[in-house]
């Protein structure tokens, strides 16, 4: 029989993808998104797995990209790492090295290592806090519309990824699943986050300025980014979830920045533009082309070296 810290009987594509982690024994499987999945170690701690699960318009693709999981895990790691050293916000980390965890993890090292982060449970924040220092994605959209985002009215007359006067604190609510998130007023979240409110804004925007900063010089623009944040048992503001990884976060090369259009980025740009080339309907799983595929992870990797100048452990 197959033991339960093997990767054989883990859902997998004929890439090597993981698609789904499922049940491992000794834990208790408490949530899965459309990238990452939960487990409860015990009343304090939980375990954060990312598969190579990738979605697209809020639709989850039958097949996978092999190794994303373990660069969006590995990036995060390498970010709260980096702002610790800030001291701008306590993060949820514990480790990201599986020697490190509880037995109930360790018997799992060979699906866990490089794509798990144990962490402290918190009590998470209702609304996801984005920063935007340029005008692009539903920004814009709503900058043509209305001449301001999130009730923020802007200069008039921004070209579209035109630079902003200062980062801006767009709060977007928490969706159920299979719902998109909504842009909403800076009001609306501080009526949600209550006595959070303040904090919320004003950490958000330093971590954004501090990555921004960092990346510039390796020639890499930070366009946007979405944060979560939770309470800890003692009632402390903390950053949770995944951090400013291609996945929650517009990277651009700045060496091919060009105002008014939209730009090349380090994401799943590729997947976007393959889905919206063959007209997807936005709502039905499919299977990625190989060569989007490897586009994609070539993107992935290339991010994470820019800004880590390491390679990703594989």
Known sequence: TTQPHSLSDRMADAT???????????????????????????????LVVSSDRISAFDVIMTNGVPGKGKILSQLTVFWLQHLRDLGIVPDHLI?????????????HAAILQGRSMLVKRLTMLPVEAIVRGYITGSGWN?????????GIKLPEGLSRCARLPEPLYTPSSKAEFGDHD???????????????????????????????????????????????????????????????????SR???????????????????????????????KKT??????????QTIDKYVQIFKLLTDKEPVL
Not at 24 to 30: A, N
Not at 285 to 294: M, N, R, S, T
Request: proline content about 4%.
């Open 251 to 281: 990277y651009w090369p700045a060496d091919k920045y060009e105002l008014g259009r939209d730009q090349d980025s380090y994401d799943k740009q590729y997947v976007r533009n393959y889905l919206l080339s063959i007209n997807f309907d």
């Open 16 to 46: 090597g993808a993981v698609l789904k982690i499922g049940e491992l024994e000794g834990l208790k499987l408490i949530a899965s998104g459309k990238v990452r999945d939960l487990y409860e170690v015990d009343a304090e701690k939980l």
């Open 142 to 150: 709503d900058y043509t519309r209305c001449g301001s985002v999130c």
């Open 182 to 248: 909504e842009n909403i007023t800076v009001e609306q979240a501080a009526a949600a986050l209550g006595a959070h409110a303040e904090a919320v804004a004003r950490v958000s925007v330093q971590l954004y300025k501090a990555v921004a900063a960092y990346a510039e010089p390796r020639g890499v623009m930070l366009a946007d980014t979405k944060m979560e944040f939770g309470v800890d048992s003692s009632g402390e503001l903390t950053l949770g979830d995944e951090i400013f990884t291609p996945d929650c």
């Open 95 to 107: 480790t990201a090295d599986v020697a490190q965890m509880p037995e109930s993890c360790r018997r």
């Open 285 to 294: 799983p499919l299977a990625l082309p190989e060569e989007v595929i490897k």
